[in-house]
Antibody, heavy 119, light 110 residues
Framework: EVQLVESGGGLVKPGGSLRLSCAASEFTFSSYSMNWVRQPPGKGLEWVSSISNSGSYIYYADSVKGRFTISRDNAKNSLYLHMNSLRAEDTAIYYC????????????WGQGTLVTVSS | QSALTQPASVSGSPGQSITISCTGTSSDVGGYNYVSWYQQHPGKAPKLMICDVSNRPSGVSNRFSGSKSGNTASLTISGLQAEDEADYYC??????????FGTGTKVTVL
């Protein structure tokens, strides 16, 4: 069974930085594009960023462009999200999601890690 | 990129059919056959229910079906069951090679 396990969330002050990780297992990680999607408490889903299987193609939502950096290490089966200049509105559960090979959709999701930006 | 527009809530009785709409623009929903639908129960991660407008991934009940007309996509749940009570989100690939999600719809089984 495909597994995606996020880590690295926590409480950070406005203007601070955090790095999220997503450990992937039970599938060939290097063959799949990956995504980060976030969900503020009690609110809807927001796509954050995607990275192609080789890391050659990277895309960001306008709301995080210039502040967040997505990366991956295929040797370690891991996905990362480096978050800088954090704001209160970045408070959310951050999900790691695999992009399906058969469609432009996210077919497997992790359980998420909570990031809280507050002074 | 503005969120796709969904009704805040939809309800139905067990056994009935309900339809959730998802309205976007020609730069997302109307421009590509890459609309997907996700089900999310409280405290859980989203689950892919429909991809490419109308395709069901393996293991998803055939009570779930999708369609699209112009800039509006729809998810229909037939034979509504108590376990279908959840939040539902649509999503579309966009002309910027990004994704946009819908505002979300809470489905209540009466």
């Amino acid at each position: 069974e495909v597994q995606l396990v996020e880590s690295g969330g926590g409480l950070v002050k406005p203007g601070g930085s955090l790095r999220l990780s997503c450990a992937a297992s039970e599938f060939t990680f290097s063959s799949y594009s990956m995504n980060w999607v976030r969900q503020p408490p009690g609110k809807g889903l927001e796509w954050v960023s995607s990275i192609s299987n080789s890391g050659s193609y990277i895309y960001y939502a306008d709301s995080v462009k210039g502040r967040f950096t997505i990366s991956r290490d295929n040797a370690k089966n891991s996905l990362y999200l480096h978050m800088n200049s954090l704001r209160a509105e970045d408070t959310a559960i951050y999900y790691c999601a695999r992009e399906a090979t058969f469609s432009n959709a996210q077919d497997y999701w992790g359980q998420g890690t909570l990031v809280t930006v507050s002074s | 990129q503005s969120a796709l527009t969904q009704p805040a809530s939809v309800s139905g009785s067990p056994g009935q059919s309900i339809t959730i709409s998802c309205t976007g623009t020609s730069s997302d929903v109307g421009g590509y056959n890459y609309v997907s639908w996700y089900q999310q129960h409280p405290g859980k991660a989203p689950k892919l229910m429909i991809c490419d407008v109308s395709n069901r991934p393996s293991g998803v009940s055939n009570r779930f079906s999708g369609s699209k007309s112009g800039n509006t996509a729809s998810l229909t749940i037939s034979g509504l069951q108590a376990e279908d009570e959840a939040d539902y989100y649509c999503s579309s690939y966009t002309s910027s090679s990004t994704y946009v999600f819908g505002t979300g719809t809470k489905v209540t089984v009466l």
